[in-house]
Antibody, heavy 119, light 112 residues
Framework: EVHLVESGGDLAQPGGSLRLSCAAT????????MNWVRQAPGKGLEWISY????????YYADSIRGRFIISRDNAKNMLYLQMNSLRVEDTAVYYC????????????WGQGTLVTVSS | DIVMTQTPLSSSVTLGQSAYISCKSS???????????LSWFHQRPGLPPRLLIY???SRFSGVPDRLSGSGAGTDFTLEISRVEVEDVGVYYC?????????FGQGTKVEIK
């Protein structure tokens, strides 16, 4: 059974940093691209980043480009999101989400981890 | 970026009746590979979204055939037939023709 478990969400100050992690189990991690999608409180979904299986294709939303870095460790079945220069508007639940191979969509989502940016 | 616009933003439906959600994209979602990467997701309060439909009309594993997707180009529709209590929540369309992938604003479905 596919499981994606995010961790690392916390309260951070504006300008601060956090690192989110996502532990993937129940499937062949190296066979899937991965994404981060966020959802601000009471708001809709916002895709923010994609990384392919070999980490040689990476994409970001404009809202986070230059501040966040996506990475993965295929030996550990882990996905990461390094979040720097945090802003109040980055407050959201962050979901780790698996790419449904060759269909350009997301087939499984983690439960999410809450990031709150506030002074 | 491709803008996805959903209508209505909320819908109150009688049990057993049908609900229709429209999703329009700011440009055609037809990809050069011949596919159209338009998906639909359902999210219940406090839970992550779950995939319903991908590539316009392909139903994901375990999704009942009461749910169906259709459309082409810039206009897409999700139909929920014989609405049940489990169908309440927010529905999102998403395009993956190009990065950044973008979602519609969401359509909240409730039971009348």
């Amino acid at each position: 059974e596919v499981h994606l478990v995010e961790s690392g969400g916390d309260l951070a100050q504006p300008g601060g940093s956090l690192r989110l992690s996502c532990a993937a189990t129940g499937f062949t991690f190296t066979a899937h691209s991965m994404n981060w999608v966020r959802q601000a409180p009471g708001k809709g979904l916002e895709w923010i980043s994609y990384i392919n299986d070999g980490s040689n294709a990476i994409y970001y939303a404009d809202s986070i480009r230059g501040r966040f870095i996506i990475s993965r460790d295929n030996a550990k079945n882990m996905l990461y999101l390094q979040m720097n220069s945090l802003r109040v508007e980055d407050t959201a639940v962050y979901y780790c989400a698996r790419d449904y191979s060759w269909t350009y969509t997301i087939d499984f989502w983690g439960q999410g981890t809450l990031v709150t940016v506030s002074s | 970026d491709i803008v996805m616009t959903q209508t209505p933003l909320s819908s109150s439906v009688t049990l057993g009746q049908s609900a229709y959600i429209s999703c329009k994209s700011s440009e055609s979602l037809g990809h050069s590979d011949g596919h159209t990467y338009l998906s639909w997701f359902h999210q219940r309060p406090g839970l992550p979204p779950r995939l319903l439909i991908y590539k316009v009309s392909s139903r994901f594993s375990g999704v009942p055939d009461r749910l169906s997707g259709s459309g082409a180009g810039t206009d897409f529709t999700l139909e929920i037939s014989r609405v049940e209590v489990e169908d309440v929540g927010v529905y999102y369309c998403m395009q993956a023709k190009q990065f950044p992938w973008t979602f519609g604003q969401g359509t909240k479905v409730e039971i009348k």
